[in-house]
């Protein structure tokens, strides 16, 4: 099983590291991680390496908001983007998702449950990216689709 890379953005060390305990404790794939303490930081540790991103909201210098636009912005559609935050608006999330592009929001504090619940449709059975299948076109992200889902 090939390691799965993933960019962790956040400004707390802390928090990056309990978004790795997480994902660790989850056990659906073997990770490998990069980490990033802001956005500008992230878009220069950015590569095609990278599977999956991890991004906090409030971070000095450039938001994780506008990290995940300037990621959509390059070309990278299928890329998962989690956002991992402590703004828990409607109003965020609809941002998050639709302007910056994320795929999936996760409130802070988070459980290794949650975090299963918001990305294991971007795994396949042997610990690689999902591809294929999640697809929803153009249309406009909800916030409530994703609370229906879970």
Same mark, same amino acid.
């Given at each position: 099983?090939? @390691?799965?890379?993933?960019?962790?953005?956040?400004?707390?060390?802390i928090m990056r590291s309990q978004? @790795?305990?997480?994902?660790?404790?989850?056990?659906?794939?073997?990770?490998?991680?990069?980490?990033?303490?802001?956005?500008?930081?992230?878009?220069?540790?950015?590569?095609?390496?990278?599977?999956?991103?991890?991004?906090?909201?409030?971070?000095? @210098?450039?938001?994780?908001?506008?990290?995940?636009?300037?990621?959509?912005?390059?070309?990278?559609?299928?890329?998962?983007?989690?956002?991992?935050?402590?703004?828990?608006?409607m109003g965020k999330v609809d941002?998050?998702?639709?302007?910056?592009?994320?795929?999936?929001?996760?409130?802070?504090?988070?459980?290794?449950?949650?975090?299963? @619940?918001?990305?294991?449709?971007?795994?396949?059975?042997?610990?690689?990216?999902?591809?294929?299948?999640?697809?929803?076109?153009?249309?406009?992200?909800?916030?409530?689709?994703?609370?229906?889902?879970?």
């Amino acid at each position: 099983m090939s @390691k799965i890379k993933a960019l962790v953005v956040d400004d707390s060390k802390i928090m990056r590291s309990q978004v @790795k305990r997480a994902l660790d404790q989850l056990m659906i794939a073997e990770f490998e991680y990069e980490e990033a303490m802001d956005g500008e930081d992230a878009l220069e540790k950015f590569n095609d390496d990278i599977d999956i991103l991890f991004v906090d909201w409030n971070m000095p @210098k450039m938001t994780g908001v506008e990290f995940s636009r300037a990621i959509r912005d390059k070309g990278y559609d299928k890329i998962p983007i989690i956002m991992v935050t402590a703004e828990k608006s409607m109003g965020k999330v609809d941002k998050a998702l639709n302007e910056g592009g994320a795929n999936e929001y996760i409130t802070k504090p988070f459980t290794a449950d949650k975090m299963s @619940k918001a990305i294991s449709r971007y795994f396949d059975d042997n610990g690689q990216i999902a591809t294929g299948g999640e697809e929803e076109g153009d249309e406009k992200k909800s916030f409530f689709s994703s609370i229906l889902k879970s």
